[in-house]
């Protein structure tokens, strides 16, 4: 799907993982339109920004561009606090009292190995 928007950049943040947020808005969007950007939501898509026209040449090197994965690498920790959630919901449990817990008895448990 392609969309193309005429629109201003509102707001540029940078992110604790290392990537940039482009908070970017709109004149108002007919249904199509906006239907087709709202199917884009949490895809991983290509983007070219200009302020003056984007010609036919620029266009084709966009599209010839290839995508790379879309999924962000999560880190050891991350990934532990994702199955933790997992768990606590499974067991009933409030998320962040369950990973409290179990992260306190992994930090007591390693201290007791060290000299």
């Known amino acids: 799907m392609k969309i193309i928007l005429e629109a201003q950049i509102d707001g540029i943040a940078s992110k ?5 947020s482009i908070k970017i808005g709109t004149q108002e969007l007919d249904k199509n339109a906006a239907g087709d950007l709202f199917g884009l939501r949490g895809k991983h898509c290509k983007v070219l920004i200009s302020d003056s026209n984007i010609t036919t040449m620029e266009a084709e090197l966009v599209d010839k561009q290839e995508l790379v994965s879309g999924k962000k690498h999560k880190t ?19 998320s962040e009292t369950y990973y409290k817990q179990i992260m306190n008895g992994l930090i007591e448990h390693y201290k007791g190995k060290l000299d």
Do not use: N
């Open 16 to 20: 604790v993982d290392g990537t940039v």
């Open 76 to 94: 050891e920790s991350a990934r532990l606090r994702a199955v933790l959630f997992l768990l606590s919901q499974q067991l009933g449990q409030d």
